[in-house]
């Protein structure tokens, strides 16, 4: 008897389909860079090629701060380890403890770290399928058709326990028929989208209030670089984390430290279930000394005004960009732009041309975005000059016309 496959995800298609376009970027110099930081916003590969990564999810440049590496390096001293490989549940370091604590009153919610995003989704989002959120009711889940490959990968275990369909991006009607037709539905989606653009959260809202949609959103790519105190696009909105949301977020971009975890209501009946049933939240390897050193850096520059100006920096970058090149999510306030191309090669070609010119930045292509969205996709930082963003959309015109006379040939 055969069985269905690839009813939530076809690996084996995208690698097909994939793979020619990564070899190509390789074979172009665009993959696998080793690299040293030289000076300032300036990194030198293994070839001695000084150029600027364009496509750095460090939004507010933190992750070089001297401050967050010396407190990394004092909280391995101070505790005396690298690691206490224990299945946290049952034996910790303090140090996780106080800085849980101190995420959760920052943001005024319930926080948990794990080693990643995707080892918080891995600990979430099948208790959410299996109706352990939601008092036993098993909702059907709804993915975004844009949600990041970290939800997406959670897909089959998922819907072993429960109905999982895949919506069109941002599409609130079907969202709202689901919940006139189902009891109980989940919608999963980014929060602040990896390749640009945003979740239609204040509509998603009245569909919360209006039938208990559950919300589950990553939203790693805006912590830090978006709210009075760094809270996110999603908490923007609410303020006040509600027990039907929950919320992916990540230490490693804006914030500038390493690991992730989820936000939940302080009020959610489910915590125990969480940290005892959460696969990941119950394993021996978590965030170290090292990251809890540079995340409680992170979150002493969270409380004073220096946050709101590297915001500001942040801020003034993406509408200099936005005024240099036209793109589909120009003017949202988020820091991810993709400048559209005609094909995969031509998204590699250009990105090696922008590269011999100083700057590197990602040539995305199927699976990575959609088979006609080709394109580079380029991140604003606080620390970039205004004068490096406009040197770099001046590599990219170069190169863009250098590759039109002169097509990628396989």
């Known amino acids: 008897m055969s069985e269905q496959k690839n009813k939530y995800i076809n690996t084996a298609r995208s690698v097909e389909i994939g793979n020619p376009s990564w070899a190509l970027a390789q074979d172009s110099g665009l993959t696998d860079l080793s690299v040293e930081h030289t000076r300032l916003g300036r990194m030198q590969d293994q070839n001695g090629h000084e150029f600027m990564n364009m496509c750095s999810c460090s939004y507010l440049g933190l992750e070089v701060d001297e401050r967050l590496a010396r407190r990394a390096a004092d909280y391995v001293l101070s505790s005396g380890t690298v690691n206490l490989p224990t299945s946290r549940i049952r034996i910790r370091l303090k140090e996780l403890d106080e800085l849980e604590d101190a995420l959760s009153t920052h943001f005024n919610c319930r926080a948990f770290t794990a080693t990643s995003c995707s080892a918080g989704i891995v600990a979430s989002l099948p208790l959410l399928a299996a109706g352990m959120f939601t008092d036993g009711q098993r909702p059907v889940l709804i993915f975004d058709k844009h949600a990041h490959f970290a939800l997406n990968q959670v897909k089959a275990i998922c819907g072993d326990e ?3 369909v895949t919506c069109n ?10 919940c006139k037709r189902h009891p109980l539905v989940a919608y999963v989606a980014d929060g602040a989208y990896s390749m640009g653009g ?3 959260i204040e509509r998603l809202l009245v569909l919360q209030d209006k039938y208990g949609l559950f919300l589950y959103f990553d939203d790693s790519h805006s912590l830090s670089a978006y709210g009075e105190r760094g809270e996110g696009y999603i908490r ?3 303020p006040d984390l509600n027990p039907r949301t ?3 977020y990540s230490l490693a971009k804006a914030f500038g430290a390493n690991g992730g975890g989820i936000f939940m209501s302080e009020k959610a009946n489910y915590q125990k279930i969480f940290r005892r049933f959460g696969g990941p939240m119950s394993y021996s390897q978590y965030v170290n000394p090292a990251a809890i050193g540079a995340a409680m850096a992170s979150l002493d520059i969270h409380k004073t005004s220096e946050l709101g100006v590297l915001q500001q920096k942040l801020n003034s970058n993406i509408r200099l960009f936005d005024s240099l090149f036209e793109t589909e999510h120009a003017g949202s306030g988020l820091p991810i732009r993709v400048i559209p191309l005609d094909s995969p090669d031509m998204a590699i070609g250009v990105s090696e041309g922008v590269f011999k010119r100083g700057y590197y930045t990602s040539a995305v292509f199927f699976p990575i975005v959609a088979r006609n969205k080709s394109g580079l996709r380029v991140m604003m930082r606080a620390d970039m000059s205004q004068e490096d963003i406009r040197s770099f959309c001046s590599a990219v015109q170069a190169a863009v ?6 097509p990628v040939r396989r």
């Not at 991006?169 to 689901?178: L, R």
């Not at 016309?401 to 002169?406: A, Y």
């Open 401 to 406: 016309q250098e590759v039109r006379l002169n």
């Open 162 to 164: 429960t109905q999982v």
């Open 169 to 178: 991006h941002n599409d609130v009607d079907f969202i709202e028929d689901m």
């Open 236 to 238: 923007t909105f609410m």
């Open 198 to 200: 945003s979740a239609p």
């Open 246 to 248: 929950l919320l992916v």
